[in-house]
Each structure stands twice: as structure tokens, then as C-alpha cells.
């Protein structure tokens, strides 16, 4: 809304009766939320609405297009879909579907319980890499609760630059992980070529959000051990971790 306006954010329960038709497709379940977005800004042509999902498209000439791929895949990952509904100059209506958690939740969490660290290992030293600063805090977060320590760049050349400065010191990180996608710079399939010339016996580790990307089912042809996709739950993230490090 590049001249104001008014954002409006609503979020109700509903049935698989009160879904659209193309909801009620991709959704598994009886019961749901729904989140609805409705901005006053300058819309989404009708042509443009089937895109707005794909990575890199934006019709911002600062935009990443990334957002709203990224959303849209953690939604997809825990169930959900998203939809949107525009008219140029008219603004966009976004609905977000989620199933909806049947009984208490504090009763969900004792039963499912909450994962623990149960083994006390010795600290890696571990690079972590990605462009967003959230996601950064995120992993730096589960490192340490796992026991590790993380050292966090947002493109392929501060990791390249850090990388080379702690190999002159002696040391050497104990593993990577890499974001593979890395607007305007070096992603980790790259980044990942180029530290296996400096160490061959790199522990490499790629991280993404689109599932589908061959990279992430062959990553062992691109010299990687392990992959990791996002959106990251700590069990499997650790399990993750430890793997590459389990003799």
C-alpha cells in the first residue's frame, strides 16, 4: 500500500463446508483456520495471480521473490494452503487454510512431549549460511541447544571469507549448512564447489524450502552429506546434526 491504507487481519474456525471448492481439493480433515489478509492496495492482476507463489517472482522492483513462496511452503508443510483473490487498484484478499487441532493443546503437547537433548557431546564449530536473518537466529538457536556452536554469514562470499580465515588459523569448521538458494550471489551448491577445493574433506550440509529441487534428492553428487528443509523442527534438525558427525 504505497499510499496508505488500511490492513485488515481476521482469523476464524471453519468446516470443509465453508471451503471454496479449490480449498476443498488440497485440504485433508473436517476442521479448519482460516487467516484472512484484505489490504487497500494497488492489487494483483489476473494475470499475475497465478505466479504470485512461484520463487523469484515479484513485480516489486526491490522485491526478492521470495516471500510469498516462502509462506507458502510452510503452510503446504503443515497441512494448509493459501489462496488470493485480486482486482487492480481494487487491493487483495489472502486466505491462509490450516487444520485445526481437535481437544486441548496443552494435552497435544504432553502427549506428543517435547524433545530433549538425552547425550552430552562435544561442541562443533559449525557455518551456518542464509540470506535471512530470522532463519539465521532459528538454526543458531538449535545449534546451541544441541550443544553447538554456530557462526552465521548471509551469502556465499562471507562464507567463503570465513571458511579461508579459520583455515589460517589451524582450524577448520566441522560443518556447513547452506542455504541453496541465494538472491543475487553465490547459493550453496556453489559455495559448497569451491570450499571442497580448499578441504576435501568438508562436511557440508543443504538447506532449503523447495522440496522439489533435484538438488536436495542427489545432494551426495554436489558433495554435500545431509540435507535439511525447511520449515526446520528441532528433532529432525538435530537427528540432522548428529549424523554427520556420527562415526
Known sequence: MPHGGILKLEATNCGRTDLPDIADSRLEGDRFIKIRVKDKGVGISQENQTKIFDPYFSTK????????????????????????????????????????????AKKQVKEKGVPVIQEKQSARRILVMDDESTI??????MLRKSG???????????????????????????????????PGGMGGKEVMERILKLDPEAVGIVSSGYSTD???????????RATIAKPYRYKDFKEVIDSVFRV
Open 61 to 104: 522492483s526491490q522485491g526478492g521473490g521470495l516471500g510469498l513462496s516462502g509462506c507458502y511452503s510452510i503452510v503446504k508443510n503443515h497441512g494448509g494452503t493459501m489462496l488470493v483473490e485480486s482486482r487492480l487498484n481494487r487491493g487483495s484478499e489472502l486466505y491462509v487454510y490450516l487444520p485445526a487441532a481437535l481437544g486441548s
Open 148 to 182: 553447538h556452536d554456530a557462526v552465521t554469514v548471509k551469502n556465499g562470499q562471507e562464507a567463503l571469507d570465513s571458511y579461508k580465515k579459520m583455515m589460517q588459523t589451524d582450524q577448520s569448521f566441522d560443518a556447513l549448512i547452506l542455504d541453496l538458494t541465494i
Open 136 to 141: 539465521l537466529n532459528v538454526i543458531e538457536r
Open 214 to 224: 533435484p538438488i536436495l534428492s542427489n545432494f551426495r553428487e554436489y558433495g554435500f
